[in-house]
């Protein structure tokens, strides 16, 4: 797709975030003075969008430093401070990502969430934008919880073309992961994606289950997994973020997806991650088709989100 196709995609995407919360905002300034009546107006403003309080406090203390510019227009002056403020913030530590790097081969990528994050359907939409740069891909239906998962996966691989490595519903997790590695390497893959279950009966159960996935995953390929990616949804704000941590006492995670950030307005909380979490917000998703779902860059989202 076109660079301006991407983006216009990205800020249409973004719809539901750019009418509340940025819009609430930007406006704030608008025949205002810059004072602290706004500026706490502005706090509120993203405490509600989900922004958090510690990600909050650190925009607000930056903001706070600044003084008006001499422009006429106090409002863009200020949109334009608050947005490179969020810029700064959403770069996090400037780690260059880890995605698409496909340094080792097969490039394993293990998917972690839970239930209903929108795990599968990253799977499926990713499979389809490497296979269409001309990689093999494989998919691992590693959540063999429900007989369900495994045909929505299956459904995903017929219809982006790409082939499957699946059990019996009830099957071990693990056995599939062992088998979605040997079809790798002996296929010759290119990228291979793993789905794991969001939904076991304790989750205690679960995190003992994902290590065990690891270390299968390990014992065949030393380097691998070379992502672990979490699936959170924007629309459980800072929920999202709870389930993060538990995650990620768990096991390493490598980066972040953020899905269904078109129907909501807590988006918010894309801002929080970095600053709460340390790990990388890697891909968006900004609505259900296999191109909705984008890599993450600081510049072009805060763009998206401002521009009129
Ligand atoms: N609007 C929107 N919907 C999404 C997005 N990503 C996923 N979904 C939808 O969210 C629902 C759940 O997605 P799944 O991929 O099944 O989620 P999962 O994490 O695999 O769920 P379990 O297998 O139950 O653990 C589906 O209806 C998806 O179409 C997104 O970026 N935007
Ligand atoms: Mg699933």
Redesign the pocket.
């Known amino acids: 797709m076109a660079v301006g196709g991407f983006f216009q995609r990205l800020k249409q995407g973004l719809t539901k975030n750019r009418e509340t919360w940025v819009q609430k905002v930007s406006t704030i300034f608008q025949n205002r003075q810059w004072d602290e009546r706004s500026l706490d107006e502005m706090e509120e403003s993203l405490i509600s969008a989900d922004v958090g309080v510690k990600a909050t406090d650190k925009l607000m203390t930056v903001l706070r430093r600044q003084t008006p510019g001499e422009s006429e227009d106090l409002g863009r002056d200020m949109s334009a401070k608050l947005q490179a403020a969020m810029v700064e913030m959403l770069r996090g530590s400037g780690a260059t990502p880890r995605r698409a790097r496909l340094s080792a081969h097969p490039w394993v990528i293990i998917f972690l969430?839970v239930?209903?994050?929108?795990?599968?359907?990253?799977i499926g939409k990713l499979a389809a934008q490497y296979r269409n740069n001309g990689k093999k891909v494989l998919m691992v239906a590693g959540?063999t919880f429900r007989a369900a998962?495994i045909e929505?996966l299956d459904a995903w691989g017929q219809r982006v073309g790409v082939d499957v490595v699946k059990h019996k519903a009830g099957a071990d997790p693990s056995a599939v992961v062992f088998d979605g590695m040997q079809a790798a390497k002996s296929r010759n893959i290119d990228v291979l994606l793993i789905d794991t279950?969001?939904?076991l009966h304790t989750k205690v159960h679960l995190i003992e289950e994902l290590k065990k996935i690891r270390r299968v995953i390990t014992r065949e390929l030393p380097d691998a997994p070379h992502e672990t990616l979490l699936?959170l949804d924007a629309s459980t704000g800072q929920n999202g973020l709870q389930q993060a941590r538990v995650f990620k006492e768990a096991t390493d995670i490598s980066g972040i997806v953020l899905?269904?950030?078109?129907?909501t307005a807590k988006g918010g909380v894309i801002i929080s991650i970095q600053e709460e979490l340390g790990v990388p917000v890697e891909y968006i998703?900004?609505?259900?088709d296999v191109e909705?779902l984008q890599p993450f860059e600081a510049d072009s989202f805060v763009k998206a989100l401002f521009d009129r």
């Open positions: 969430g239930n209903g994050v929108g795990k599968t359907t990253t959540d998962a929505q279950a969001g939904r699936v899905t269904k950030l078109d129907g998703g900004v609505g259900e909705d």
